[in-house]
């Protein structure tokens, strides 16, 4: 008996060593990537380890197991005046893992893929009403757009990692849609009606479909792209139905159910005009997508490849005194929405999406006029008010860059696959 446990503790502790060095490693791969990835301009191996407190063989090491996964590559040095050899910086690769994002709207269907170091390498919409299709029918049409992007990701020599799909609706686990009010949708099985379709490629810890409310996405992507941004703030997305993600100390809000942000459904006028929920005189109704175009004097009216918000743009900035109008009164109601959720979550910027970026300039100052008028400390303490950095499509590419950005959290997954 004794020799046996003391086999069994032999074995016990060559597993946990083996555990602990692998859990070192795996640590180590995520500090180093997440460091050039946050990096301003490419770090040599020598800053690498300065600023992490690993040293240079560690660093050494682990830059040449992620070159060797495609997740890193060697920039061309700076050019330098003094004695000595540039040391050669590091940047994420462009031809490596990539996410695919995808999108389904009332009116249409979008595809985008982006690759580690951020940049969209596939983009494209497809116009349609969908609210008289079948989710099935409207999933499909969705695969084929995927299908597509994924071809064009592997002529570029990516690969796709993982999807997700942006939804205009209340999400439950599993990505149950449990409810989209302005698709008709109501406990669609998003997951089994895309089951026979290949989206991305098998990479342990990253799933191979994530399933969301296309605001929260919309709200991730902000809260990733480009420069630096504020922390804390409320990510508006405008089309026919309004919906909001909340970022707090750079975490997004979901809510006790995850369910959180549907303001499209905030009441403006407790007893105005009834909605598609069931409420009446919620913001939709006076501020979304096809409100707009109704005061716009635009409702039913043929829209070929541009988007309506475009068409309002083009029409506001021709100075239309009716599309102003319309855009003035939408901006006052957004802004009496979104003053509530200011007062009662203190947030300092605001942040217009989809439908919403390109009309910002006309909507944006009825919405500061409500927020100063409404917002108990606005006096000294002022609600910034913007566009979206990534644009009308910010989900869809929202939802590609959270896939890549697993990645830069745990890339061991991804190298994995080159043993």
Do not use: K
Not at 22 to 45: F, H, K, Q, T, Y
Not at 90 to 104: F, K
Not at 290 to 303: C, H, P, S
């Amino acid at each position: 008996m004794t020799g046996m446990w003391q086999c069994q503790g032999v074995t016990s502790a060559s597993t946990a060593g083996a555990v602990r060095q692998g859990s070192l490693r795996e640590l180590n791969l995520a500090v180093v990537l997440r460091r050039i990835a946050a990096a301003d301009r490419p770090p040599s191996r020598a800053e690498i380890a300065a600023r992490t407190g690993l040293t240079r063989a560690t660093v050494s090491a682990v830059v040449d197991d992620l070159i060797a996964g495609r997740l890193v590559t060697e920039a061309d040095p700076a050019p330098r005046t003094g004695a000595g050899r540039p040391a050669r910086g590091l940047v994420l690769a462009g031809d490596g893992p990539a996410g695919l994002g995808l999108e389904i709207n009332v009116d249409y269907l979008a595809a985008c893929v982006v690759d580690l170091a951020g940049a969209v390498r596939h983009h494209v919409v497809h116009r349609a009403d969908l609210r008289p299709v079948s989710p099935a029918d409207a999933l499909t049409r969705l695969a084929a757009l995927a299908a597509d992007a994924r071809a064009a990701a592997v002529r570029q020599g990516l690969t796709l990692a993982g999807a997700a799909l942006a939804v205009p609706g209340l999400v439950g686990d599993g990505g149950l849609v449990r409810l989209a009010p302005n698709l008709g949708w109501r406990d669609v099985d998003v997951p089994r009606l895309l089951a026979g379709h290949r989206l991305a490629e098998p990479v342990d810890g990253v799933p191979p479909l994530v399933v969301d409310n296309e605001a929260n996405l919309a709200a991730l992507g902000e809260l990733h792209a480009g420069p630096p941004g504020p922390a804390s703030f409320l990510h508006i997305s405008g089309e026919v139905g309004i919906g909001a993600g909340i970022v707090l100390d750079g975490t997004l809000f979901r809510g006790a159910r995850g369910w959180s942000g549907e303001i499209g459904h905030i009441p403006v006028h407790p007893e105005g005009r009834p909605c598609r929920c069931g409420g009446r005189g919620c913001l939709e109704q006076y501020a979304g997508q096809e409100a707009i175009l109704a005061a716009a004097g635009l409702a039913g009216a043929e829209l070929p490849a541009d988007t309506a918000a475009t068409r309002l743009a083009d029409l506001a900035a021709a100075g239309d005194p009716v599309t102003l109008a319309a855009l003035a009164d939408a901006g006052t109601a957004l802004g009496v929405a979104v003053a509530g959720v200011v007062n009662l979550l203190d947030l300092d910027t605001v942040v217009l999406g989809g439908g919403y970026a390109p009309l910002a300039p006309w909507l944006r100052p009825p919405v500061v006029a409500e927020i100063s008028r409404r917002v108990l400390t606005a006096a000294w303490s002022p609600v910034t008010v913007r566009p979206a950095a990534l644009g009308a499509q910010s989900a869809a590419v929202g939802g590609a860059a959270s896939v890549v950005r697993l990645i830069v959290d745990r890339p061991v997954g991804w190298l994995a696959r080159y043993g």
